[in-house]
């Protein structure tokens, strides 16, 4: 069969088991009942079946070679990506669905316990930021790890699973193949992570002494008596308000929505769609975190949020609709297989979008704060952005060397390497003889595995874009010629060019660090 037609096959299989996929994916978080899981789990493995086709695998390994146009290779290799993962027996298959299945249903009903009262995400993110009892924060951060003790058992199992999957494929381990399948090379990843941790580990060590001196203030005691519930949220993965600006008060009352809205009208973008499908207020049996989905690659494109009134979220709506954007900006004569994103390029454009959420321009035009106030707010801004990518560089440290640990050896003390790990990268102290699976209460280990380091990636290539952006049009907010840029730069392509050369292309220069050591030596 010539390549096209192959192609034409794959997604004639491929497109209405991945929208139905799709469709029951988006029922079960914004409902997690019995039924609706119960048809996410069918559609999935449904889904998971096709690309485990042997034959059709086998077909599209054996045009790869062949394929002659750029546009048909690129496709196969895609697809090849896709199914690899998929091409193990069909029990293990089975049984890694299913497990991952039943962990997330987990994570999205359990629910901490605080003074004797269930509390959700949000009101443990709460306590965290602004309680000044430290047994009160405690118990806070407790609640927010005992989901860990109920899914650890579970993790591990998934981590063998996917381990004897990966080895039944030629690989090391897991982790190695989602390297591969991602399109990421292990020593260009190592390498980077070595040189993110060199170039934030002498300013972190300096921005945390500084937020412990005020911490131990704030809570009356020795720094060295300081612990985790100590900082303002559960991983401390996020600036504390300390080390930060409280941009809270000036989002009270405001309606974030519109303001996302307003964002992106501002650059010529359209999100309305977006939004007329989405889901985006909390509701108990709702899943608590945010995301935002391409349906059918032609324009179905939602968001699930649960918005409350504060910087946070307005931070996570203009994330999510960064990816919106994004998916909806493919050239329109793309084929389906390549109407999709790297996660790199799409975490790029969502957390540039995110961030405009703390800067200054956009506080001033969008959220119409006055002009002496953005003045006044303009360094602590750029220091709190500094604050922000070196607390998230230090935790993606963790988490990329933890799964790296876990996937290595999934029946290691990883309650131990998991602290020892916390210790060295984010400088924390571990509560005294704690032994609890508390890696495990981080939902992405369970279910978005070895996805970490792509956030950073993501980050460092969303400096880079807007460097760029800055050259090229003098910024972002009310710049329509800078949706432009990110339209038909970054969004068209859609995954015709690799990732690392789309992200060459579309920022003027090739991923590194530079971007990071530049941004944090403006510290
Ligand atoms: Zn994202």
Redesign the pocket.
């Known amino acids: 069969m010539p390549a096209s037609a192959l192609i034409d096959s794959v997604e004639q299989a491929l497109r209405p088991l991945t929208y139905a996929r799709n469709v029951a994916w988006w029922d079960s978080q914004v409902d997690a009942s019995d039924e609706n899981e119960r048809r996410r789990a069918e559609f999935e493995l449904a889904y998971s079946d096709a690309l485990s086709d042997r034959k059709l695998f086998a077909a599209v390994e054996g045009s790869r070679s062949a394929a002659a146009a750029p546009v048909v290779g690129r496709q196969l290799d895609l697809l090849s990506n896709l199914m690899l993962p998929h091409q193990v027996p069909d029990a293990l298959r089975a049984r890694i669905v299913e497990l991952e299945s039943a962990v997330e249903v987990r994570f999205s009903r359990h629910r901490g316990v605080v003074a004797g009262a269930e509390v959700n995400d949000n009101e443990i993110k709460r306590i965290l930021r602004l309680s000044d009892d430290p047994a009160e924060r405690r118990e806070a951060w407790e609640a927010a790890k005992t989901v860990g003790a109920s899914v650890a058992d579970d993790v591990r199992q998934l981590a063998r699973l996917r381990n004897e999957a990966a080895r039944a494929l030629g690989y090391r381990d897991w982790f190695a193949l989602s390297l591969a399948t991602d399109e990421l090379d292990e020593g260009k990843l190592m390498t980077t992570l070595a040189d993110a941790d060199r170039v934030t580990a002498e300013p972190f060590a300096r921005w945390k002494g500084a937020l412990d001196e005020r911490l131990a203030l704030r809570f009356g005691c020795a720094t060295a008596e300081l612990r985790p519930w100590h900082y303002a949220d559960p991983f401390f993965q996020e600036t504390p308000v300390e080390g930060s600006v409280d941009l809270d008060p000036l989002f009270a009352g405001k309606d974030i929505v519109s303001l996302s809205r307003r964002t992106f009208d501002g650059i010529g973008l359209e999100v309305e769609g977006i939004l007329d499908r989405s889901d985006l207020f909390p509701r108990p049996g709702k899943c608590q975190h945010a995301f935002c989905i391409d349906v059918d690659r032609s324009g179905d494109v939602r968001v699930l949020a649960n918005v409350v009134e504060n910087h946070d979220w307005a931070d996570t709506m203009l994330?999510e609709l960064g990816?919106g954007v994004y998916d909806l900006g493919f050239e329109e004569s793309l084929p389906w297989t390549l109407r999709s994103t790297h996660l790199v390029a799409t975490?790029a454009s969502?957390l540039l979008f995110g961030s405009l959420a703390g800067a200054r321009e956009w506080l001033e035009r969008v959220l119409r704060i006055g002009a002496a106030e953005g003045a006044e707010l303009e360094s602590r801004l750029r220091a709190a952005r500094v604050a922000e990518i070196i607390v998230f560089t230090r935790w993606v440290l963790v988490m990329n060397a933890f799964e790296r640990a876990l996937y290595a050896d999934p029946d290691g003390d990883l309650d131990s390497t998991w602290w020892e790990l916390v210790a060295r990268s984010q400088l924390l102290a571990p509560p005294d003889g704690r032994r609890a699976p508390d890696w495990a209460a981080k939902i992405h280990v369970a279910v978005a595995p070895v996805y970490y380091h792509t956030y950073l990636y993501g980050a460092i290539v969303a400096l880079q874009l807007k460097s760029a952006l800055d050259a090229a049009v003098g910024g972002i907010v009310d710049r329509p010629e800078a949706g432009a840029f990110l339209a038909t730069r970054l969004y068209a392509p859609g995954q015709s060019v690799r990732w690392d050369h789309l992200v060459e292309q579309a920022s003027g220069s090739p991923l590194s660090v530079d971007s990071l050591a530049r941004e944090v030596a403006a510290a």
């Open positions: 994330h990816h975490e969502a």
